[in-house]
């Protein structure tokens, strides 16, 4: 079945450095890449998606990459601050089975002051 | 982006009693409407998909007599965990979609306690 990877699973940076997420998937009909932030006790927040048709998109220190061919896409955070730090997922969806978004195990990522 | 509100965010109930929880879409319609289960330090895992005015797909292993979802309107979905039992303690977390292919919104989440 459709599986999404993610590494690492935990990650930690110091304020300012970047951190980098990376993700892999299965399925090839996938089309629609989120990344979500959860922080202790909520709900995923998202924070940024690219659609397959895009191979770059970057909002503010946030950016994501596509490789479709790869079957890759990553998370990139620069000038990372301590309130980054949380549990991020990168997920994977299709127009096919139901559309059931297909989660990564997650990323503790620590930013430390 | 659009909001997506859940209630109640922390529930404790005894063990054989039901409880319902409400998963509403604030500011859009909801034509599709997906129910998680998420234990300490893992990911989400998915329960059912629910499409307004249809009945729950549920994912393998999930039980539909035990977990019901109501999606009856475009803004508010529901899942009743019956005859809850201390294993069915969990965070569970909802969202929404304005059709099944766009992007997800998803709830607070729901902390259930089974004493």
């Known amino acids: 079945g459709e599986n999404v990877e993610q590494h690492p699973s935990t990650l930690s940076v110091q304020e300012g450095d970047s951190a980098v997420i990376k993700c892999t998937y299965s399925?090839?009909?996938?089309?629609?890449f989120p990344w979500y932030k959860q922080e202790l006790g909520k709900g995923p927040q998202l924070i940024i998606d690219?659609?397959?048709?895009?191979g770059e998109k970057k909002d503010q220190r946030i950016a994501v990459t596509l490789n479709k061919t790869a079957k890759h896409f990553s998370l990139h955070i620069t000038e990372t601050q301590p309130e980054d730090s949380a549990v991020y997922f990168c997920?994977?969806?299709?127009?096919?089975?139901?559309?059931?978004?297909?989660f990564g195990a997650g990323t503790r990522l620590f930013v430390k002051a | 982006g659009a909001v997506v509100s859940q209630h109640p965010s922390r529930v404790i109930c005894k063990s054989g009693t039901s409880v319902k929880i409400e998963c509403r879409s604030l500011?859009?319609?909801?034509?599709?409407m997906f129910w998680y289960r998420q234990f300490p330090k893992q990911s989400l895992m998915l329960m059912a998909t629910?499409?307004?005015?249809?009945?729950?797909?549920?994912e393998q292993g999930v039980e539909k007599d035990k977990f019901l979802i109501n999606h009856a309107s475009l803004t508010l979905s529901t899942l009743t965990v019956t005859s809850a039992h201390p294993e069915d303690s969990s965070f569970y977390i909802c969202?929404?979609?304005?059709?099944?292919?766009?992007?997800?919104?998803f709830g607070q989440g729901t902390r259930l306690t089974v004493v």
């Open positions: 969202s929404a979609s304005r059709t099944g292919n766009t992007e997800a919104f």
């Open positions: 399925d090839s009909a996938s089309n629609y």
């Open positions: 690219i659609r397959s048709n895009v």
């Open positions: 997920a994977a969806k299709g127009d096919t089975g139901g559309f059931k978004t297909i």
């Open positions: 500011d859009f319609q909801a034509t599709t």
């Open positions: 629910s499409n307004e005015g249809s009945k729950a797909t549920y």
